[in-house]
């Protein structure tokens, strides 16, 4: 048996940690967030730019990291054949290879690589200070191995001429938001996820129905219209002439609440200055998606409008107001604070109106009851139990425990909630 080699010992270290090299900053360059990457890139950091330039082109990438991963490796090999050789014979060989493929396993590819999965600017930026000139001086073998190799995918019918972009459909983005964690702070990804619920409700989902919307009648005596625009809380009104089917415009209440009803002008002095400051009803299908009624309100630089069902029947009323509510909320946990048809009881229990929206109450909530179907959620109950209860009925709707506390003949009108509402941590 000879000495231990030292010379060809300390270079198969050496290849070890180059293989290693090799390993990690393939997973490294490859796991970069992309966004983080251009947007480091865009503010000037040199490792950033010449990481991206390098991604532009991923099959020059990754067949320059492949030579050089692949020929360290062959060369460990030969080089621990030849130190097994020296130190006990043809009979060491094998036991050279089963250790050489366990250190290279471990220091070589699974360490170095969950680094880089870990934390990839670390390893990626500085290794892309490397590939760079690299992949200038092993251009000609680079480009003939991404020859062969690109022509190969190409009798299999994949494209490589270009990287291909492909979008995303509304739940795959839904997923991107989601899974991003703590790399989008909670209260941006529940705004994000607002916006993508725009292309899937309507404006007849969070429109305030006919039966609650307030207005003017121009039918009514001038004291009663001015009393009336006096006591309201908005800040536009629907102008009515004769009952809610006959809306003839909207108007802002702050050019009225000054105009005091003068005999001498006239008997109908409030009711013609209504009509002339009135700006023509804005009407819109029960069935528009919210995005495109958010692009309809920007479009023609309009806050309220007047829903219509296929027959021309007014439905209900939808304000810009409630449409942002729709991306980003309210703004305060407790949803006694914000929904007027939220109030909690002595015993700490909810009462909730059911005229409110079922998206409505999902958002005060943070539940998850379907808005496929019936819109309020007086109307989930009648479907769930399919009739009229009574007064103290208790049902368990989609997980939640509510108890009938009062009814019409034709509708449910409040509900108990049993349990505590759920804390947002927005």
Not at 22 to 47: D, I
Not at 126 to 148: R, S
Not at 180 to 187: F, L, Q
Not at 350 to 363: F, G, K, P, Y
């Amino acid at each position: 048996m000879d000495q231990v080699p030292l010379a060809e010992l300390l270079a198969l270290i050496a290849l070890l940690v180059l293989s290693g090299f090799f390993s990690g900053s393939e997973t490294a360059l490859m796991t970069l967030n992309r966004y983080r990457l251009r947007h480091q890139a865009e503010q000037g950091h040199r490792g950033a730019i010449l990481a991206r330039r390098l991604l532009d082109r991923p099959d020059k990438l990754i067949g320059l990291i492949l030579l050089g991963n692949n020929f360290v490796n062959i060369l460990a090999s030969s080089l621990a054949t030849i130190i097994a050789l020296k130190l006990g014979g043809e009979g060491a060989i094998a036991i050279a290879a089963g250790l050489l493929t366990l250190v290279i396993l471990i220091f070589s590819e699974v360490t170095p690589k969950t680094l880089a999965a870990l934390h990839p600017e670390l390893l990626a930026y500085p290794a892309a200070y490397i590939y760079t000139p690299l992949l200038k001086l092993f251009h000609p073998v680079v480009w003939a191995v991404n020859f062969v190799t690109n022509n190969l995918l190409r009798l299999l019918g994949v494209c490589t001429d270009a990287q291909q972009i492909q979008d995303l459909s509304q739940e795959e983005l839904r997923t991107v938001v989601n899974e991003a964690g703590v790399m989008i702070p909670e209260r941006s990804r529940d705004m994000l996820l607002a916006i993508l619920d725009l292309e899937s409700a309507t404006v007849e989902d969070i429109m305030i129905p006919r039966n609650d919307v307030e207005g003017i009648d121009l039918q009514d005596s001038e004291e009663e219209i001015l009393a009336a625009i006096k006591r309201s809380s908005y800040t536009r009104l629907p102008l009515f002439d004769g009952g809610l089917d006959n809306v003839i415009g909207i108007f802002n209440t702050r050019d009225v609440l000054g105009l005091p009803p003068e005999p001498t002008q006239g008997p109908d002095h409030v009711r013609t200055y209504l009509r002339m400051i009135a700006r023509a009803p804005y009407f819109v299908p029960e069935g528009t998606q919210l995005y495109q009624q958010l692009i309809n309100f920007q479009r023609i630089k309009a806050r309220v409008a007047m829903v219509v069902d296929e027959y021309g029947d007014f439905q209900g009323l939808i304000t810009l107001a409630d449409l942002l509510e729709e991306i980003v909320g309210e703004f305060t946990t407790d949803p006694t604070d914000s929904y007027p048809d939220i109030h909690r009881a002595e015993d700490g229990s909810l009462m909730i109106d059911c005229s409110i929206s079922v998206r409505e109450l999902n958002r005060a909530m943070r539940w998850t009851l379907s808005t496929h179907g019936p819109k309020t959620l007086n109307g989930l109950i009648l479907e769930y139990l399919e009739t009229i209860p009574q007064p103290g009925t208790s049902l368990m709707l989609d997980g939640h425990p509510l108890e009938i506390m009062q009814t019409d003949e034709k509708a449910v009108k409040t509900v108990k909630h049993l349990d505590m509402p759920a804390k947002s941590n927005a």
